[in-house]
């Protein structure tokens, strides 16, 4: 990835050095993606700049020299796979119970799981969950999936690394 970013006028933020998500595209290889940054006028201002050019005019020939900081990037989709990651490591090492707290969902996860319509209402709530999420949040499930495979454990994997 290069050190010198794309962006137009019209995407900054109104304040220099808030943090903002811009989409921006690669210099080098012209790849468009959004990405959480930090923007300013003077490197110095920001822990790791890489330069930006910003675009203007009617026809985008006015060039103008900013700095950019990239914190997260987010896909196409709007999924930060990097928040993802680090959600999928912290959640290795931590219980995997999620409660609601809702007497209704209660209820009515009870009353599936009585009426003989799944077998548990763990069960209940991770089929119904995943099905809404598949159908209203498919990038992120896909996103988690390419994730989530790196950190299932495989043999091989495991032995090579330990060999370094």
Avoid: C
Avoid at 64 to 83: F, H, P, R, S
Avoid at 135 to 150: D, I, K, N, Q, W
């Amino acid at each position: 990835m290069s050190n010198h970013y794309l962006t137009s006028e019209e995407h900054l933020p109104e304040e220099p050095g808030t943090e903002t998500t811009l989409q921006i595209t690669d210099a080098e290889t012209k790849r468009i993606f959004e990405a959480r940054v930090r923007i300013a006028r003077e490197p110095d201002e920001l822990t790791d700049p890489s330069r930006l050019t910003v675009v203007a005019g009617p026809h985008e020939s006015v060039r103008k020299e900013w700095y950019v900081e990239l914190l997260d990037e987010v896909d196409a989709a709007g999924i930060n796979e990097d928040l993802l990651r680090r959600l999928a490591d912290e959640q290795a090492s931590t219980s995997n119970i999620i409660n609601t707290r809702s007497n209704d969902l209660k209820v009515v996860l009870r009353y599936l799981v009585e009426s003989g319509q799944y077998e548990s209402t763990a069960a209940a709530l991770r089929k119904i969950a995943f099905e809404q999420l598949a159908t209203e949040r498919p990038a992120l499930l896909e996103a988690y999936e390419s994730v989530r495979t790196e950190f299932e454990s495989d043999p091989l994997r495991d032995a090579l690394s330990e060999r370094e």
